[in-house]
C-alpha cells in the first residue's frame, strides 16, 4: 500500500547549522504535502506545505523541496536553534482525496 | 481560547471504566478528525467528521464510540479498553472534509491498566 517515510529516525545538529530533514514517499499521485513538528507534549504543528506544481517553497527560517521523479521530500531548518528540537514527520495526500497520510517521524535534536 | 483545544490532557483508567475525551476547535472549521498515536508508529486516523456527519470510520474497534453534536465539538467515548489503547490520542479540524491542511489539538494521553 502508500506509505510515507522518513530516512533517518534521529538527526542530531549543532545550534547555528543548517538541518535537513528527509521523506520519502510511494504514491505517485500525491499533489500536497505537508511537513508538521511535534515538541514533546504537544500536538502536530503545521510548519509549512508544497503543492506538485511546484519544486520550493520557502517559509520563515524553513524550506520544503520537492522532487517527484524520485518522490522525495525534503525540509531545510536554517540557523537550527534549540527550540526547533522536535519530532518532524511529513504527510502527503491526493487533493481529490480526503486522507492524509503520515510518516513515522524524525526526531531533531539541537545541541548548544 | 484559539485554535484547537482537548481535554483532559491526561486520562488514567482501568479496562471497565467509562471516559469520554473532549474536544473543541474554535476556527470555524467544519471537518473534525479523531487520531491514534502510537510510539515509534505514524498517526492512525480513527473517525472523521464533516457538518456533524461521520464520513470515515477507519475499522476502529467498537469499544471507541465518537460523538459530535456540532461542528466545533468531538467527544471520543471511551469503554472496556485494553491497555494496548494506551497511546495519545489527537483532536483536528479542517475548514472543510477535503481541504488539505489539517490543525491539531495537544492531544490526550491516555494510560489504560
Known amino acids: 500500500g502508500e506509505s510515507v517515510g522518513l530516512h533517518l529516525p534521529t538527526l542530531s545538529v549543532q545550534e547555528g547549522d543548517n538541518s535537513i530533514i528527509n521523506c520519502a514517499y510511494s504514491?505517485?499521485?500525491?499533489?500536497?504535502f505537508i511537513w508538521y513538528k511535534q515538541e514533546s507534549g504537544k500536538g502536530p504543528q503545521f510548519i509549512i506545505d508544497i503543492r506538485s506544481n511546484m519544486d520550493k517553497r520557502q517559509g520563515q527560517r524553513v524550506t520544503v523541496l520537492l522532487n517527484k521523479t524520485v518522490k522525495h521530500l525534503s525540509l531545510q531548518i536554517a540557523a537550527t536553534q534549540p527550540g526547533d528540537s522536535a519530532v518532524y514527520f511529513c504527510?502527503?495526500?491526493?487533493?481529490?482525496?480526503?486522507?492524509?497520510?503520515f510518516g513515522e517521524g524524525t526526531q531533531l535534536t539541537v545541541n548548544p | 481560547e484559539t485554535g484547537v483545544t482537548q481535554t483532559p490532557r491526561h486520562l488514567v483508567m482501568g479496562m471497565t471504566n467509562k471516559k469520554s475525551l473532549k474536544c473543541e476547535q474554535h476556527?470555524?472549521?467544519?471537518?473534525m478528525y479523531w487520531y491514534k498515536q502510537s510510539a515509534k508508529k505514524p498517526l492512525e486516523l480513527m473517525f472523521v467528521y464533516s457538518l456533524e456527519e461521520r464520513v470515515e470510520n477507519n475499522s476502529v474497534p467498537s469499544r471507541f464510540s465518537p460523538e459530535c453534536p456540532n461542528s466545533s465539538h468531538l467527544f471520543l467515548h471511551l469503554h472496556t479498553l485494553q491497555p494496548e489503547d494506551s497511546a495519545l490520542y489527537l483532536c483536528?479540524?479542517?475548514?472543510?472534509?477535503?481541504?488539505?491542511?489539517?490543525?491539531f489539538g495537544p492531544g490526550t494521553r491516555l494510560t489504560v491498566l
Open positions: 504514491n505517485s499521485a500525491s499533489d500536497y
Open positions: 504527510a502527503e495526500k491526493e487533493t481529490s482525496g480526503s486522507r492524509l497520510t
Open positions: 483536528a479540524s479542517s475548514q472543510d472534509w477535503l481541504t488539505d491542511t489539517q490543525y
Open positions: 476556527l470555524g472549521h467544519n471537518a
